[in-house]
């Protein structure tokens, strides 16, 4: 099985170094009414390795937990659909951080008055979306930006915004941070 669950603690009673037992907690295998309360999961897939902390109230909580995360890690392993990145903590799916590498990359390849108006527009989706991962957003999301959140401006403004974000999912789409089958539909803009 891929991954486990493990703690820095030891035994409060022998020193002895707490072991997850595969069904209720990680405890001491000589004194097993000991359980470690501070746990954390770690999987290594791909030369990637995924970690997640664990601590709670109490020690069941915290197994419990634990045991779902690391569950749903193998799951999407054996499903195919696992990616790291996903769990990092520097978030780097999210739409804030890949919109401004865009943005960056844009303000270098663009003139001021073509540049500009392809920022306001990311910056309304960052508004509403935030760091959110990329993965997440679909038709849904972007029409609700473009119809209720960008409703106050003309349709030919809403139109050039569906296109700046348009084109951004393009370049997402071509880094290969999403798969084709995510990339998310456009609504029609009169």
């Known amino acids: 099985m891929l991954g486990g669950i493990y703690t820095d603690e030891s035994c409060p009673r022998c020193g002895a170094q707490m072991e997850d037992n595969g069904f209720t ?18 999987v290594k897939y791909k030369g990637e390795a995924t970690q997640r902390k664990f601590t709670k109230d109490t020690p069941e909580e915290s197994y419990k937990f634990a045991r779902r995360f690391l569950d749903g890690v193998r799951f999407k392993i054996e499903e195919g659909i696992f990616d790291h990145r996903d769990y990092q903590s520097s978030n780097p799916l999210g739409f804030f951080n890949l919109a ?7 303000k270098q390849s663009l003139k001021e008055h073509s540049f500009i108006p392809i920022k306001r527009y990311l910056h309304y989706a960052a508004k509403v979306w935030g760091n959110r991962n990329i993965k997440e957003l679909d038709f849904g999301a972007v029409e609700d930006l473009l119809t209720i959140t960008l409703g106050h401006l003309s349709s030919k403004s809403r139109s050039n915004a569906k296109s700046a974000i348009h084109d951004f999912f393009v370049w997402v789409r071509r880094r290969k941070v999403i798969r084709h089958d ?8 009169n």
């Open 100 to 106: 401004q590498q865009y943005l960056s990359l844009k």
């Open 182 to 189: 995510q990339f998310p539909e456009f609504p029609e803009i």
């Open 25 to 42: 907690a990680v405890a001491c295998p000589v004194h097993p009414e000991h359980k470690a309360r501070r746990l954390r999961v770690r």
